[in-house]
């Protein structure tokens, strides 16, 4: 499967390695590579706007199942000291229609979510023990949708790979706290040039990942690289959830009121900001 990068009217195709089995051995550090630590707080602190909406599908697959297309639209603002908020909305199809997460990350690490579901006409908070339950039947957990930073792992720079038909990074975070995590190991393939995580291998114990995040595409809009096509694949289920992003609005000011309760169930407010 084929990775892409576009920037304007050029894109350059790259040929992804995604089978674990297919990957080569990690090479030899050299002697100026960042540590850890300094690889992993470069990643968090990636340029990516004050503010971003975008407008995608998200698609359930299975291999005894048909695909489940659901498109939304998702808002992100950045705040002060590492605080910043999220606001994720489905328009259809008909059965999911209006349902919203909302996602308050706060600069301590810890992450408040609240789901709204329009057929209860309810908005009730996520508890930290469904972290690690499915989000709306994908593949993503709850805690996917959570800022993660850097000093909640302990962070070690594997060495170099070959991927995609250039070299990347390898980075290994296991978290600090067993108990502050879902995953017991996240393992990260990261782009050089451009900092974002080319894949990540999900851990729960044990020697092979659960999950697998792969990005085929990424593009850089307004002067920033955004992901506009990534697979978050359940290795044990066999299911995959493919995420496209279809239209992208960067640094519209976005008032931080669009980020409470009260919004996630009147979706009229947050319309105005649409791509």
């Not at 020697?207 to 995040?213: A, H, S, T, V, Y």
């Amino acid at each position: 499967m084929p990775v892409s990068r576009a920037c304007g009217s050029s894109q350059r195709i790259l040929a992804a390695l995604l089978g674990a089995a297919m990957l080569t051995p990690a090479l030899a550090l050299e002697d100026d590579a960042p540590s850890g630590k300094e690889l992993a707080q470069a990643v968090f602190d990636r340029p990516d706007g004050d503010d971003l909406v975008t407008r995608g599908t998200m698609t359930l697959t299975g291999e005894r199942s048909r695909d489940r297309v659901r498109e939304s639209f998702e808002y992100r603002l950045d705040g002060e000291d590492g605080e910043s908020w999220s606001l994720i909305r489905f328009t259809s199809p008909a059965n999911i229609e209006d349902t919203a997460l909302l996602v308050h990350n706060h600069p301590d690490g810890e992450s408040d979510q609240w789901l709204y579901l329009p057929a209860a006409d309810r908005v009730r908070r996520v508890s930290g023990d469904n972290r690690g339950s499915s989000f709306v039947q994908s593949d993503l957990y709850f805690e996917d949708l959570e800022d993660r930073r850097p000093e909640e792992d302990e962070h070690q720079l594997i060495g170099t790979d070959t991927y995609g038909g250039q070299e990347v990074w390898l980075l290994e975070s296991k978290p600090v706290e067993a108990d502050n995590s879902t995953y017991s190991r996240r393992l990260r393939w990261i782009d050089p040039d451009t900092l974002v995580e080319l894949r990540i291998d999900l851990y729960r114990g044990g020697e092979d990942p659960i999950k697998r995040l792969e990005v085929q595409e990424i593009e850089k809009i307004d002067g920033y690289w955004t992901v506009t096509h990534s697979t978050m694949s359940h290795l044990q289920q066999g299911t995959q959830t493919v995420l496209e992003v279809d239209d992208t609005r960067y640094d519209q000011g976005l008032p931080q009121d669009l980020f409470t309760s009260r919004v996630l169930s009147n979706p009229s407010r947050e319309r105005p900001f649409r791509p």
